[in-house]
């Protein structure tokens, strides 16, 4: 039996519009920019590859321009990763925030990978 893993998240600012970061978070051809070598989407099922293994996806809810929730095929079915966009009321800036699960050993080697995920977003982006 697999134990329960934890829900963390990261939050990053992002210096572009929600509709343009969305893109990029939701699209096969904007996720294939930065979080994989490859991305093709059938339906609500998402195939991301790296290095010629490829990992499936689900897309299990969304709201243009707000957030995307997808499932891995191996998470269980409280798990989700799911990438959201907020608007600073401060500064009105873009926020991307990260929430995905893993193991409470792993939370930082992870929050590490997303980091640099994100880094190569906002590069692909212009944000950078």
């Given at each position: 039996?697999?134990?329960?893993?934890?829900?963390?998240?990261?939050?990053?600012?992002?210096?572009?519009?929600?509709?343009?970061?969305?893109?990029?978070?939701?699209?096969?051809?904007?996720?294939?920019?930065?979080?994989?070598?490859?991305?093709?989407?059938?339906?609500?099922?998402?195939?991301?590859?790296?290095?010629?293994?490829?990992?499936?996806?689900?897309?299990?809810?969304?709201?243009?321009?707000?957030?995307?929730?997808?499932?891995?095929?191996?998470?269980?079915?409280?798990?989700?990763?799911?990438?959201s966009?907020?608007?600073s009321?401060?500064?009105?800036?873009?926020?991307?925030?990260?929430?995905?699960?893993?193991?409470?050993?792993?939370i930082?080697?992870?929050?590490?990978?997303?980091?640099?995920?994100?880094?190569?977003?906002?590069?692909?982006?212009?944000?950078?």
């Amino acid at each position: 039996m697999s134990k329960k893993k934890i829900m963390y998240s990261v939050e990053f600012p992002i210096r572009c519009s929600p509709t343009i970061l969305y893109e990029f978070l939701s699209s096969p051809v904007g996720l294939q920019e930065w979080f994989a070598d490859k991305v093709d989407q059938r339906d609500n099922t998402y195939f991301f590859t790296w290095n010629g293994s490829t990992d499936i996806a689900m897309m299990l809810e969304h709201v243009e321009n707000e957030f995307i929730r997808y499932r891995w095929d191996h998470y269980g079915k409280d798990e989700f990763f799911e990438f959201s966009i907020e608007q600073s009321p401060v500064t009105n800036e873009t926020i991307l925030r990260i929430t995905d699960f893993a193991d409470k050993a792993d939370i930082k080697d992870q929050e590490r990978l997303w980091n640099t995920q994100v880094h190569d977003l906002k590069h692909r982006i212009g944000a950078a």
